[in-house]
């Protein structure tokens, strides 16, 4: 049997001041992840594998939270493609932070985040501002 590789984290809005514009970004949030692959159609990154409260007092008290989560068969090898399509989506959402954690079988735990240089990122930004650091752990042992 092939490796297995799992990598999961979650996506974090900032809190707001006002209700209108919370929902509103949730509401954006919401579409983004809508329009992502569903079914055969994803390679590294599907709609199956996001989810997030939209509601107050349902999952959100201030901040919303996506949190996603996949297992892939050694994705550490395409790791690059699967961070350049993660940033690609982070791209498209309003975010505060970001951070991933891959689980390999051969090479450990990484863990991967991303904060955006103002404290929020929105879409109409255009590029990426952020500072990524990576965290390791070792590989397992057999």
């Known amino acids: 049997m092939e490796s297995e590789s799992i990598v999961y984290g979650c996506i974090r809005d900032w809190p707001s001041d006002s209700p209108a ?3 509103l970004r ?3 949030n919401r579409q983004v992840l809508a329009d992502l692959p ?3 159609a994803w390679s590294l990154l599907g709609r199956e594998m996001f989810a997030f409260s939209e509601l107050p007092g349902d999952g959100v008290y201030q901040t919303q939270v996506i949190h996603f989560g996949a297992s892939y068969r050694t994705v550490e090898y395409e ?3 699967w961070i350049k399509q993660f940033e690609a989506l982070l791209k498209r959402l309003y975010w505060a932070s970001a951070v991933v954690h891959l689980e390999t079988e051969l090479n450990g735990t990484h863990t991967f985040r991303w904060e955006s ?6 879409p109409q930004e255009g590029e990426l501002r952020v500072r990524c650091a990576w965290e390791r752990e070792g ?4």
Not at 139 to 142: H, K, T
């Open 21 to 23: 514009e919370s929902r």
């Open 38 to 40: 569903v079914g055969d």
């Open 117 to 122: 240089d103002d404290g929020f990122h929105s």
């Open 139 to 142: 590989g397992l042992r057999g």
């Open 26 to 28: 949730r509401e954006i």
């Open 79 to 81: 790791w690059s493609l």
